[in-house]
């Protein structure tokens, strides 16, 4: 029998030689995964003998993180914002670049406002600001019933009440109850990445999360431009737009809010220092 510390060191071993990037740190979630136990659990007892059947049962999750499933496809949860959510293949997997978005949302929302979260894939932008802020209106919508599904069980889990509706932008909402009612703050991390550079991506993004989450038309812009287009009718003047965008997008999405009529542009940066997130104002 071997013991929790020699199985992690062998499942680091496969991992790293595969070239996964985080092969110990791996290797070790997904020991915690099997056990259900912390990561102190794990440094406390590393010489515990563990049993046969579930060493197997290691060894198999390892080969299947081996052939880049993403790490979050095998224990079904990411942490963001502190709370717990539920992924799987059909929604992105929250990252904590978009912990900036949801933050820079915190600051303008007030009691009690309408909030529109467009594309909103697992839920977590959403939820997370329902879940910080008082008394706020959320409405989470997905062109991905699959999606919804998921974003509905984190809502639950995460003890938040958000209507969420499934079609594409803003058909969704029409024909629902919430059809030509008004938002005071619209925000998205729409699909955004340029075609010809999603063959590029890591194999766990590029062969296991959704495309459609990811793939933003030629110039990566497609989708601000149409969530821009329907400000007009759904966001009430003086609401707050507030976008996603990758690291070179700070200037092109600026660019396109501010010729749409918006005040108050600016690109702000993650915690990485690269730029990560536009916001607006609609004029009065
Ligand atoms: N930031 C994501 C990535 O890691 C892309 C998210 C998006 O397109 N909205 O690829």
Known sequence: MKSINELRHMGSMILREAGIADADIDASLIMQYLLGVDKD????????????????????????????VPLQHITGHQEF??????????????????????????????????VLDMCTGSGCILISLLRYK?????????????ALKVAAENAKRNK??????????????????????RFDIIVSNPPYIRSSVIGTLMEEVRDHEPLKALDG??????????????????????GRILFEIGYDQGQAVSDLLKEKGFADVEVVRDLAGLDRVVKGRKRI
């Open 81 to 114: 914002m502190g709370l717990d959510f539920t992924v799987n293949e059909h929604v992105l997997i929250p990252r904590q670049d978009t912990e900036c978005l949801v933050e820079e949302a915190m600051i303008v929302t007030e009691d009690k406002m309408r």
């Open 160 to 181: 938040v009440s958000a209507l969420f509706l499934e079609g594409d932008l803003y058909g969704a909402l029409e024909g629902s109850s919430e059809s030509g009612k």
């Open 41 to 68: 659990h794990i440094l406390a007892h590393g010489t515990d003998e563990v049993g046969e059947a579930e060493a197997e049962e290691y060894l198999k999750l390892i080969d299947v993180r081996k052939s880049h």
């Open 217 to 238: 038309g030629e110039d990566g812009l497609d989708l601000y431009r149409r969530i821009m287009e329907g400000t007009d009718e759904y966001l009430i003047p003086g």
């Open 134 to 146: 008082n008394d706020l209106e959320g409405v989470g919508t997905d062109i991905s019933k699959e």
